[in-house]
């Protein structure tokens, strides 16, 4: 068996063609597929014939656990690009059962040269600067990081517009923050270009804070409605990850012809 961390559209895509190969294959020969997501929501999205479909968070002892009964031969970690905390578990747990570990790392945009963008290393100091830069906030880094804004003293007296998933654990997060529900955008992404545009305007968002999740995470139309609508971009850099010593590929094409030569997925 082998086992899919996923967390991105590109996850489940890569889990279904897989899934898809071994489907033609005799029961004899074929591989099976584990697949945990960290949502109800993202099993929902996930479900596809010939996949294991698991819910959880889990810490290195979990994996070992999960590797060791389940006996798992292989770890592809399709997680968030910014998951980093969930891939050096993986990998962790990895080289303590000896287990084949491969990155799938969503490519990164080209960041524009334009003067109202800047870089900053986590969301403390987005939430710092974003409350230098303007007083309507419009927040596409989801719900993990929203505490951090909330409860910056940068952002007090500010409005902090927060676009989140439409699902009832993360409203109730927001709930629990304090936020009021005019501010809760819960919608599910990738957003064109000109509905990012048009809740620049709405909101009258003078600051956008993103991540660069690349084309997948709708990266590309949110840079371009900001710089067109003039306003400031907050960009939270993507963390440093050190991936010496493992496969990482950066197009699906790629990791599936990985699969195939090395782990009899044709």
């Known amino acids: 068996m082998i086992w899919i961390i996923s967390g991105t559209q590109d996850g489940r895509e890569i889990g279904a063609k897989l899934a898809d190969r071994e489907i033609k294959k005799s029961p004899e020969k074929r591989q099976e597929i584990l697949m945990t997501v960290v949502s109800q929501y993202g099993k929902v999205l996930a479900a596809h014939k010939g996949i294991d479909v698991e819910v959880g968070r889990f810490k290195q002892q979990d994996m070992v656990r999960i590797i060791k009964e389940k006996h798992i031969t292989l770890v592809l970690d399709a997680s968030h690009p910014y998951a980093a905390i969930v891939s050096e578990t993986a990998r962790s747990a990895c080289k303590e059962t000896d287990v084949d570990y491969v990155r799938f790392e969503r490519p990164e945009i080209s960041l524009p040269d334009y003067d109202k963008l800047y870089h900053v290393k986590d969301e403390f100091e987005a939430a710092e600067m974003a409350g230098e830069l303007g007083k309507s906030i419009l927040l596409t880094t989801g719900s993990k990081t929203l505490a951090a804004f909330v409860h910056a003293e940068a952002l007090k007296g500010k409005e902090i517009w927060a ?83 493992f496969p990482v590929f950066s197009t699906q094409q790629d990791i599936l012809n990985y699969m195939e030569e090395y782990h009899g997925f044709y």
Not at 205 to 210: I, L, N
Not at 219 to 232: E, R, V, W
């Open 163 to 245: 676009r989140v998933l439409p699902v009832s654990g993360v409203i109730k997060l927001c709930e629990d923050l304090g936020m009021k529900a005019k501010y809760i955008l819960a919608m599910q992404g990738p957003f064109s270009y000109e509905m990012n545009l048009a809740m620049i305007h709405d909101y009258e968002a003078d600051v956008m804070v993103t991540k660069n999740s690349g084309l997948v995470g709708g990266s590309d139309t949110k840079l371009k409605a900001a710089m067109d609508a003039g306003i400031s971009v907050i960009v939270i850099d993507k963390p440093v990850t050190d991936l010496s010593g």
